[in-house]
Nanobody
Framework: QVRLTESGGGVVQTGDSLRLSCVLS????????MGWFRQRPGQERELVAR?????WYADSVKGRFTISRDYAKDTINLQMNDLKVEDTAVYYC??????????????????WGQGTTVTVMS
């Protein structure tokens, strides 16, 4: 059974940086595509960054967030710089099998992490 374990959330000030990490375990077979969603208060879960058919970023985080994957360690990271209040959300690591696509809908995700909270204070 695929399992995703996240770490790295916290409370920071505007302009600070955070690094989220997610470890994939319990999977055998072809590599899964992986990425990060977030869910802001009162809003639906949205895709933030993903490694699938190339690297994809939401417009709201381009130039500030960097996604990186270590296949040897089955880990995917999200480096978040210049954080803004509107980045406050619960961040979820995801894994899916839609390698041919740059993005993935939440309904297509195979496995979710438990979520880690990022709070950015002004």
């Amino acid at each position: 059974q695929v399992r995703l374990t996240e770490s790295g959330g916290g409370v920071v000030q505007t302009g600070d940086s955070l690094r989220l990490s997610c470890v994939l375990s319990g999977h055998s077979g072809p590599n899964l595509a992986m990425g990060w969603f977030r869910q802001r208060p009162g809003q639906e879960r949205e895709l933030v960054a993903r490694e699938g058919a190339g690297t994809w970023y939401a417009d709201s985080v381009k130039g500030r967030f960097t996604i990186s994957r270590d296949y040897a360690k089955d880990t995917i990271n999200l480096q978040m710089n210049d954080l803004k209040v509107e980045d406050t959300a619960v961040y979820y690591c995801e894994a899916d099998n839609r390698w041919r696509y740059r993005t993935v809908a939440a309904s297509r995700v195979v496995s979710w992490g438990q979520g880690t909270t990022v709070t950015v204070m002004s």
